[in-house]
């Protein structure tokens, strides 16, 4: 007769306990949402999927646990996209301006609720318990960086990324929203855009050497930032990409996690939110004073060098209610997310998408074939949809059709259930390898952090997210045996020198 043993007998129990709970839980919810009303059903879902977003936020801070794993940022951006948002539009607030489609009322409860499938499969991926077990016993990454601090060589790294940044800013316009799809699809494009990432790898090593375990060295960081900072946020305004310089800071604030553990949770939430809303109000206010003439786009050095000083005269005439609006405003209409997928419910069988499920088995062949070479490479659809659905040629848009809309365009509901339990088991792979496991290493931190502002963007197109993230981390190995060889012939010469004497 067959048998099991007793601990793998009750941890099937378990297992099937808490899945037979998820479904009565999934239907019971279901069927209370139901008999609301309609004008109730919608925000009743939204709610519940904000309560599922936030959880792992909340665990984080009362368990007083890691709050740069994946999930924290990926629920906090459900959260804005599918939660904040819609509530606001429900409710009618000026801050939810209307959104570019039309005619998705009757789609957008249904959008939150697909949300809220692939939100909590993606937590089912990611907290699996066997699945935790068996990332641990990977092999561990060996890679280690020189002791002693190579200050020279990481200012030469950050100075090659300035210049990448530089020239593309001067070269390419000053937003990249100025930029159209074939623009952003050059080689030469892509390249000075990698080069320009070496500025922030180059941040990161430099935070492990002055984040130590026996002694943090606050001068150094001090000195760091009061360089790097202006910088970076020179180029955060120009570019309109505002969570450059925030993501740069968080990856820095958790290095200091990885290193030295000492991070206060809710202190560091504070900083990050009061980060992003400085960094939205001054974007945004820049924009529209540019749109309005009065700030001139910077069109050589000299016009960079003087357009903080303009912009900083803006921001005191504007005053602190206009700015605080102008942010609120810029990030609720910024995360539209479920409207994005209410457009797709809507009319995503309307229209001829030349999507298929193949490519996403492609993505390292994406990332390492130029398009010089591979001219037929697929482009990104996201401008594809954007265009179908409003009946207008054109690829410039910032239409983000989300990872949920992404696996629902290609696969239907199928598509969302098994790409969102995949991404689940991806993330698990990436934090439980690099940081969360016996004996991790500060080269392991460093290509989490790095990797930790690519992949959370799940209200992006999964194709463009994860080609860069594999460039990144690319990049970032060959920068490190880069920065560890240059160390080990400095070593050498230093050693020769003393050798030969006075």
């Not at 002055?210 to 790097?228: E, K």
């Not at 800071?249 to 553990?261: I, K, P, S």
């Amino acid at each position: 007769m067959l048998t099991l043993d007793r601990a793998v007998q009750s941890r099937l129990v378990v297992a099937l306990l808490v899945a037979l709970g998820a479904a009565v839980a999934g239907a019971a919810t279901a069927l209370v949402v139901s008999l609301l009303p309609d004008r109730l059903a919608t925000p009743a879902l939204a709610v519940t999927l904000s309560v599922l977003a936030l959880a792992p936020t909340l665990h984080a801070l009362l368990r007083r646990g890691d709050l740069f794993q994946p999930t924290v940022l990926i629920g906090l951006f459900f959260f804005l996209d599918f939660g904040m948002r819609t509530l606001l539009v429900e409710a009618g607030s000026d801050l939810a301006e209307p959104f570019i489609f039309v005619n998705i009322d009757d789609t957008r409860g249904t959008a939150v609720a697909l949300a809220m499938v692939a939100l909590a499969l993606t937590y089912a991926g990611y907290y699996g318990p066997w699945w935790r077990r068996a990332v641990r016993r990977l092999p561990r990454l060996s890679m280690s960086l020189p002791e002693r601090a190579p200050w020279t060589v990481l200012g030469l790294i950050y100075v090659v990324g300035v210049i990448a940044r530089g020239v593309l800013l001067l070269d390419r316009g000053a937003t990249f929203a100025s930029l159209d799809l074939e623009e952003r699809l050059t080689d030469d494009f892509n390249v000075l855009l990698q080069l320009g990432g070496l500025s922030q790898f180059a941040v990161l090593l430099a935070g492990v050497y002055a984040f130590r375990r026996d002694r943090v060295r606050p001068g150094a960081i001090a000195a760091g930032l009061a360089v790097v900072a202006p910088i970076e946020a020179v180029f955060t305004v120009a570019f309109g990409a505002k969570h450059v310089f925030v993501f740069l800071l968080v990856g820095l604030a958790g290095l200091h996690n990885y290193r030295v553990r000492r991070l206060g949770g809710f202190k560091f939430l504070l900083l990050v939110a009061s980060a992003v809303v400085v960094m939205f109000g001054a974007v945004t206010i820049y924009r529209d004073r540019v749109h309005q003439g009065v700030i001139e786009r910077p069109a050589d050095l000299a016009g960079l060098a003087t357009a903080p000083a303009a912009l900083a005269g803006e921001l005191v005439a504007a005053g602190p209610g206009q700015f605080l609006h102008a942010a609120l405003r810029t990030l609720v209409n910024r995360h539209t997310s479920g409207e994005t997928v209410a457009s797709i419910l809507a009319y995503g069988d309307t229209v001829d998408l030349e999507v298929t499920g193949v490519d996403l088995a492609l993505i390292p062949a994406f990332a390492f074939v130029p398009r010089a070479i591979w001219s037929d490479k697929p482009a990104p659809f996201s401008p594809q949809v954007s265009s179908a659905f409003r009946g207008v040629a054109g690829n410039r848009t910032s239409f983000g059709i989300t990872h949920t809309g992404d696996l629902y365009l290609r696969h239907g509901l199928a598509g969302v259930v098994v790409g969102s339990l995949a991404l689940g088991l991806l993330y698990r792979l990436i934090y439980g390898w690099l940081v969360d496991r016996p004996g991790a290493t500060a080269v392991g931190a460093v290509l989490y952090l790095a990797l930790f502002w690519r992949i959370i963007f799940v209200n992006a197109e999964i194709i463009p997210v994860y080609v860069q993230a594999i460039r990144s981390l690319v990049v970032g190995l060959g920068l490190m045996v880069l920065v560890g060889y240059a160390a080990q012939l400095f070593a050498r010469s230093a050693r020769h020198a003393s050798s030969q004497g006075p």
